[in-house]
């Protein structure tokens, strides 16, 4: 399984505490392991015992294996860490153990792809985990500003080239919306396309995002990235400048009663005022298009 040529695609999943709720995950496990090109690496974030069991069980019966990580790293963000190191591929997604990815069409992308995209972007369809019932994703993403309004980091295909210096923070909540605004990426290397590649659960057990307890992490998410942009003196893109007002939004206001938020922001605002506005702006952009949503689809989905 750790021969990957050519384009060849690497997969990275954290797992945990997925005990008997692991079809998915064999679903499409079964299907890449079989493929030509594909590296699957699995990272068992180590909790409950079951978990570990029955994911050596599934491997045990595969003819090819992936690649199987277990430790105890405490959050997605620090799990998916440790399988970029490993990456083999010249494309790399980030695919999360409850979902359904649709393997077939993500190769199409990268076989359809030019040399001078660095990320690909299709569409993703909502499935609820309790009812089956599938909603189409609520804005077609056709530009990054609606990308950054609704990033899901599961429908991106990354050129691996542009992750060898970048690491997810160890957070459980937000951490993929701080990755990808800390890589800087040029809004004309975005390419986008109509396929749908992904099928995303909700109200799915243990689904992080439906915790609360883990919003102080989308505090600290943006206070890392506030605090890398006024230590840069890089030009950030207008994706990044997006996706950190995609960041301010999240649970407004309480992401700014936390006094280093604030500091980091004012500190923003004294040294280079013109990102300050343009991050504004676009928060009032993220308020006009969450509104519009909610109206039009009965809700937004919150990353």
Known sequence: MDEVHGSGLTII???????????NLKSWVTEAVDGEGIQVILIHDEGDAETGVELEDFIRGLERKPTLISGKFGSPGAARNQGLGLIKGDWT???DSDDVPNLGETLKLIQESSQTDEVIVGQYREKSYVNQFINPSPLEVTNFFILSTNL??????????ILRKVRFPSLSMAEDLSFVANLNINPNSIRYSSKVIYNYFIDFPNQLTSSR???PHSQKALFEVL??????????????LSLISRMCFISFPNQFRNIGVRQEFMRL???RPHLGLLIY????????????????HGGIREN
């Open 152 to 161: 899901g980091i599961w429908r991106m295909v990354f050129r691996s080239e």
């Open 13 to 23: 999943c954290p797992i945990h505490n997925m005990s008997g709720q692991l079809s």
């Open 93 to 95: 997604v980030f695919w």
């Open 269 to 271: 605002i004294k040294r």
């Open 227 to 240: 605090s890398e942009l006024n230590s840069s003196g890089s030009k950030s893109s207008r994706f990044t």
């Open 213 to 215: 307890k883990y919003f």
């Open 281 to 296: 702006w676009y928060c009032l952009r993220h308020l006009a298009v969450h509104s519009l949503t909610k109206i039009r």
